[in-house]
């Protein structure tokens, strides 16, 4: 019996040895499965971002694009007073306004250098807006294109 006692003892051992290493290979697969999960999910999240960088940039180009014919028809509609004209220019406004652009207020401000370039002084209150001769814009809060000013000197 004793015989059989080691050989069972032996082969208890050997199926020991089979399920530690079973449970290695597990906790192994395991943690490749959750490094893999968050490698997938960095993947995914840096993927968004660039897209929405990407969709943020083509934005702010169709835009940019866009701020000369809006010039220009503004220039003419002080020229030209025409009801088509002015409904054309409200609609593309609005439609700036919602892609998020905003107009910078300039005319009687206090220069600001962030959001304005001086093109030109003269006499005036000083660091007064006295003039613009191009609108600036902003774009969800980034400057799209600084305002153009004509800035009081005293």
Known sequence: MKEKDKEQHEEIEKLQRHLGEMEKKINE?????KRALA?????????NEEKEQLICYVKRQTIESFLPLLDNLE????HIKDKGLELTLKNFKNTLKIMGVEEIESMGK???HNLMEAVET???????????TCKGYILNGKLLRPAKVVVGRE
Request: aromatic content about 10%.
């Open 110 to 112: 206090v220069f600001d």
């Open 122 to 132: 003269a006499k005036g209150e000083k660091n007064k807006i006295l003039k613009v």
């Open 39 to 47: 490698d997938y999910k960095n993947l995914e999240k840096r993927t």
């Open 75 to 78: 220039k003419i509609e002080e």
């Open 29 to 33: 697969a395991q943690n490749n499965w």
